[in-house]
């Protein structure tokens, strides 16, 4: 287990998941490089954090309402949207319109990391974020 708050095998806390929610939302209005997640991935992002934050009352791909319990130890309703979402990636399941491959990935990715503690593709340390982007 390594020390990276995106990487750690910790579940998130709400403020880890808000400091999350703020990276996402910054890396969506950034330039893109050719190795960095695009700006669909983000959007992604973004909406998986803003539905685990309650921001949202449907998921991010499902679009079926299913409210999210940050509380709830195994992080249910989480994995099921993951899994929703990576069946339809994977070609399992037609995804709702308008949730295009980079999307999805996003979604899928964050959810993960929300559930589990492993996965998310910004940086989460405080001090790197405050030098960096100015985010607290």
């Not at 910790?10 to 490089?33: G, K, M, N």
């Not at 899928?108 to 790197?128: C, K, Y």
Request: charged share 35%.
């Amino acid at each position: 287990m390594s020390g990276d708050l995106s990487d750690n095998g910790v579940p998130p806390d709400r403020p880890l998941v808000e400091r999350a929610l703020r990276v996402a939302i910054h890396e969506s209005r950034q330039p893109r490089t050719s190795y960095d997640p695009d700006t669909r991935y983000w959007i992604g992002a973004t909406e998986a954090l803003r539905w685990c934050r309650g921001e949202r009352d449907t998921g991010p791909v499902s679009d079926e309402f299913d409210p999210v319990d940050l509380d709830e130890p195994q992080r249910r309703t989480i994995r099921r949207e993951a899994r929703y979402t990576y069946e339809c990636m994977k070609g399992e399941r037609r995804p709702p319109d308008g949730n295009d491959m980079r999307y999805m990935t996003g979604v899928e990715n964050t959810l993960m990391w929300v559930a589990t503690g492993h996965g998310f593709a910004g940086v989460l340390d405080p001090d790197w974020l405050r030098e960096h982007y100015g985010i607290d």
